[in-house]
């Protein structure tokens, strides 16, 4: 299992599905407005590939792979522990 963190801007106001295809991985945590974190077997481009299928003309979405050199700031210690329990 790998950690991916997903972040997209939107054009469209249709964007339930898309918020159901990154939840459908199971293992998420919705960090922000816009950016999700997910726990996958897919590589990254098959996780853009199926994501893509949800997105409209003009979109834009981003699947980046987390190793295991992150820091962040400002969050709950039940997110920090989020990551940190993914052991990458």
Not at 26 to 54: M, P, Y
């Amino acid at each position: 299992m790998a950690v991916y963190c997903i972040s997209y801007d939107l054009k469209s106001d249709n964007y339930e599905n898309l918020i159901e295809a990154i939840k459908a991985y199971g293992l998420w945590w919705h960090q922000s407005g816009s950016t999700w974190f997910i726990e996958a077997t897919q590589s990254s481009k098959q996780i853009l590939n199926n994501l893509n299928n949800h997105l409209y003309e003009g979109d834009k979405l981003i699947v980046i792979q987390v190793q295991k050199h992150w820091w962040a700031t400002g969050h709950t210690e039940e997110e920090y522990q989020w990551m940190k329990n993914r052991n990458f």
